[in-house]
T-cell receptor, first 116, second 115 residues
Framework: AQKITQTQPGMFVQEKEAVTLDCTYD???????LFWYKQPSSGEMIFLIY??????QNATEGRYSLNFQKARKSANLVISASQLGDSAMYFC?????????????FGTGTRLQVTL | GAVVSQHPSWVICKSGTSVKIECRSL??????MFWYRQFPKQSLMLMAT?????????EQGVEKDKFLINHASLTLSTLTVTSAHPEDSSFYIC???????????FGPGTRLTVL
């Protein structure tokens, strides 16, 4: 079974609007972490935001926020006030093992296109 | 500024030759680095975990004799693709683990083309 599922291969959003990128996950480990990365056309993976499984509040980083719904096993990324520079691939990832040996499992990604 | 650097950013080589890719942690010392490969329009696939001072841990299906990993210092890991073939052409990305936050920071990637 897929550990990380991103069901939206592509999304369009108008500049200055908000957009939600979906991510669901599957794990039996009570301790896990969820990450979102942005990959522009240059290829670099840029860390955006992190949510720990025990965090009580949803993570926020500037225009990025993570809508963490533990019971539904979803960790959607919300980008507010979209900018043209937000156009990129977005990957959701999960770490579901403790300690420094933890590995990330990535979803298939969502390509976001911001339009004028 | 950049936290992780990779060199070279792109390389073209002939089939049968070996290629070395360097991954450097610029901001902090890292006992753990990771190597991924990414085919066009696909997600990242973990190849191996690079551990400073010890042998790398390879994922299932990844040939350790073909993809040699050396993590000789707390700021440098290298991936050598030995006897490269056209099917090894891919985008190789390393990441560095910041232990205090358990967050991986990625390098800019290396695009390898084997002719």
């Amino acid at each position: 079974a897929q550990k990380i599922t991103q069901t939206q291969p592509g999304m369009f959003v108008q500049e200055k609007e908000a957009v939600t990128l979906d991510c669901t996950y599957d794990t039996s480990d009570p301790s896990y972490g969820l990450f979102w990365y942005k990959q522009p056309s240059s290829g670099e993976m840029i860390f955006l935001i992190y949510q720990g499984s025990y965090d009580q509040q949803n993570a926020t980083e500037g225009r990025y926020s993570l809508n963490f719904q533990k019971a539904r096993k979803s960790a959607n990324l919300v980008i507010s006030a979209s900018q043209l520079g937000d156009s990129a691939m977005y990957f959701c990832a999960m770490r579901d093992g403790p300690g420094t040996a933890s590995k990330l499992t990535f979803g298939t990604g969502t390509r976001l296109q911001v339009t004028l | 500024g950049a936290v992780v650097s990779q060199h070279p950013s792109w390389v073209i080589c002939k089939s049968g030759t070996s290629v070395k890719i360097e991954c450097r942690s610029l901001d902090f010392q890292a006992t753990t680095m990771f190597w991924y490969r990414q085919f066009p329009k696909q997600s990242l696939m973990l190849m191996a975990t690079s551990n400073e001072g010890s042998k790398a841990t390879y994922e299932q299906g990844v040939e350790k004799d073909k993809f040699l990993i050396n993590h000789a210092s707390l700021t440098l890991s290298t991936l050598t693709v030995t006897s490269a073939h056209p099917e090894d052409s891919s985008f190789y990305i390393c990441s560095v683990l910041r232990s205090s936050t358990d967050t991986q920071y990625f390098g800019p990637g290396t695009r390898l083309t084997v002719l």
